[in-house]
């Protein structure tokens, strides 16, 4: 009796393990199954994404193809003349431009200063006829005491205001609607860079690049770039921001070699900050200045100083087209022959050279490039930047 009692207890235990075991594995499964289908839910949305990307916007990969098919057809030479940003010549304009193969010509008040709306237009007009790739046409329109078109002759109805007035008036909406207006004009002369904003701070009235910023600090200075940016873009306009590290308080640049002794720390806590606001909204370009910015490159004008673009390039990552400052200034013309500026300028990282000296700077460039002094490599990828700002401009669509 007490064998039959013991085995009754023993199948009863051995059924309730057995049913406790089976309840624990079902347990498990339920918990490890939904974890198991994350984690492979995830690697395919990791694996989607990697390869997706180029199918989310096939024009890119369509303006890549077309920019180096381009570039497969150009000879040295084509390539050298577009990295030139060239000053309209006195006398043989269209012959330079078919010589040189320029990148884009550079208006100034001599070029306006005799013109009526229609004559500049067919003069623009012919600049681009005898050119085989579309030429940047360039003018400096800041607006107030920076401006090309409002040299009189009625080429614009009403002069451009600064942008420090405009700002004070009707803030950022002003700002906006200004660079709507202004951006019709220059379309309407095939005006496409405008080399605006500035996004220098400059807080000093008596500095010399004060009336050509907002007056205010690198914040509101910050917001005033990206909505310049921004604005410009949806007119396709292209957008400079100048002068790159930030002209700050300091003297004239055009007249004497400037030394900016600023500490690194305190241009990156402000003056960089309103370069910063303008690459992340997707400016085009960014101009050098020619100061000497002794806390970054002791040695050099900022124009022509690799440390100076290396920064701009690595820290704050800006991909687009490097410019330098007009090569006539006294800031670089003292320092460096224009021979040789136009090379330092491109061996130190930029990608388009203001120059009244094309003539001689770009036998030089070619030369180097044969002798091997200067890189084919670095050569292209400043030819690719040029481009891709010009088809983003539509330019290489006409």
Same mark, same amino acid.
């Given at each position: 009796?007490?064998?039959?009692?013991?085995?009754?207890?023993?199948?009863?235990?051995?059924?309730?393990?057995?049913?406790?075991?089976?309840?624990?594995?079902? /347990?498990?499964?339920?918990?490890?199954?939904?974890?198991?289908?994350?984690?492979? !839910?995830?690697?395919?949305?990791?694996?989607?994404?990697?390869?997706?990307?180029? /199918?989310?916007?096939?024009?890119?990969?369509?303006?890549?193809?077309?920019?180096?098919?381009?570039?497969?057809?150009?000879?040295?030479?084509?390539?050298?003349?577009?990295?030139?940003?060239?000053? =309209?010549?006195?006398?043989?304009?269209?012959?330079?431009?078919?010589?040189?193969?320029?990148?884009?010509?550079?208006?100034?008040?001599?070029?306006?200063?005799?013109? !009526?709306?229609?004559?500049?237009?067919?003069?623009?007009?012919?600049? +681009?006829? =005898?050119?085989?790739?579309?030429?940047?046409?360039?003018?400096?329109?800041?607006?107030?005491?920076?401006?090309?078109?409002?040299?009189?002759?009625?080429?614009?109805?009403?002069?451009?205001?600064?942008?420090?007035?405009?700002?004070?008036?009707?803030?950022?909406? $002003?700002?906006?609607?200004?660079?709507?207006?202004?951006?019709?004009?220059?379309?309407?002369?095939?005006?496409?860079?405008?080399?605006?904003?500035?996004?220098?701070?400059?807080?000093?009235?008596?500095?010399?690049?004060?009336?050509?910023?907002?007056?205010?600090?690198?914040?509101?200075?910050?917001?005033?770039?990206?909505? %310049?940016?921004?604005?410009?873009?949806?007119?396709?306009? &292209?957008?400079?921001?100048?002068?790159?590290?930030?002209?700050? @308080?300091?003297?004239?640049?055009?007249?004497?070699?400037?030394?900016?002794?600023?500490?690194?720390?305190?241009?990156?806590?402000?003056?960089?900050?309103?370069?910063? &606001? *303008?690459? &992340?909204? *997707?400016?085009?370009?960014?101009?050098?200045?020619? /100061?000497?910015?002794?806390?970054?490159?002791?040695?050099?004008?900022?124009?022509?100083?690799?440390?100076?673009? @290396?920064?701009?390039?690595?820290?704050?990552?800006?991909?687009?087209?490097?410019?330098? @400052?007009?090569? @006539?200034?006294?800031?670089?013309?003292?320092?460096?022959?224009?021979?040789?500026? *136009?090379?330092?300028?491109?061996? %130190? $990282? /930029?990608?388009?050279?203001?120059?009244?000296?094309?003539?001689?700077?770009?036998?030089?460039?070619?030369?180097?490039?044969?002798?091997?002094?200067?890189?084919?490599?670095?050569?292209? +990828?400043?030819?690719?930047?040029?481009?891709?700002?010009?088809?983003?401009?539509?330019?290489?669509?006409?």
């Amino acid at each position: 009796m007490i064998t039959s009692v013991v085995g009754i207890l023993l199948l009863i235990f051995g059924i309730s393990f057995s049913i406790m075991w089976l309840v624990n594995k079902s /347990n498990n499964i339920v918990q490890t199954k939904p974890i198991e289908e994350t984690k492979h !839910t995830s690697t395919e949305v990791v694996e989607e994404s990697q390869t997706s990307q180029p /199918n989310q916007d096939p024009s890119l990969k369509e303006q890549e193809k077309k920019i180096n098919d381009l570039m497969k057809s150009m000879s040295l030479e084509e390539k050298v003349g577009q990295l030139f940003l060239a000053r =309209v010549p006195i006398e043989a304009q269209q012959e330079s431009l078919q010589e040189y193969h320029l990148g884009g010509y550079l208006l100034f008040g001599r070029d306006m200063e005799n013109e !009526t709306p229609n004559s500049l237009k067919e003069k623009i007009y012919s600049y +681009q006829e =005898v050119s085989k790739i579309p030429l940047f046409i360039t003018s400096d329109e800041e607006g107030g005491t920076v401006s090309r078109l409002s040299g009189g002759n009625g080429l614009v109805t009403k002069p451009f205001k600064s942008p420090m007035e405009i700002y004070q008036e009707a803030g950022l909406t $002003g700002i906006r609607s200004d660079i709507q207006q202004k951006s019709a004009v220059l379309r309407s002369y095939g005006i496409q860079v405008g080399l605006f904003p500035d996004a220098d701070v400059a807080t000093d009235p008596e500095a010399f690049i004060y009336d050509r910023t907002i007056g205010v600090d690198a914040e509101k200075t910050s917001e005033y770039v990206k909505a %310049s940016v921004e604005a410009l873009k949806k007119q396709q306009i &292209a957008s400079t921001l100048k002068h790159f590290p930030g002209y700050g @308080d300091n003297r004239d640049s055009h007249v004497e070699i400037v030394y900016d002794t600023r500490s690194l720390e305190t241009l990156r806590g402000n003056d960089f900050l309103p370069f910063k &606001a *303008g690459i &992340a909204a *997707g400016t085009d370009s960014i101009m050098v200045s020619h /100061n000497i910015v002794t806390s970054i490159d002791d040695t050099m004008p900022a124009s022509i100083s690799q440390p100076v673009h @290396d920064l701009l390039r690595n820290e704050l990552g800006f991909q687009g087209v490097i410019m330098t @400052d007009d090569m @006539d200034m006294a800031g670089l013309a003292d320092f460096i022959t224009q021979e040789e500026a *136009g090379l330092a300028a491109l061996k %130190s $990282g /930029n990608d388009l050279i203001l120059s009244s000296s094309f003539q001689v700077q770009i036998p030089y460039v070619i030369q180097a490039i044969e002798q091997g002094s200067y890189s084919e490599e670095a050569l292209n +990828q400043s030819v690719y930047r040029v481009l891709k700002m010009k088809s983003d401009l539509g330019l290489l669509n006409h």
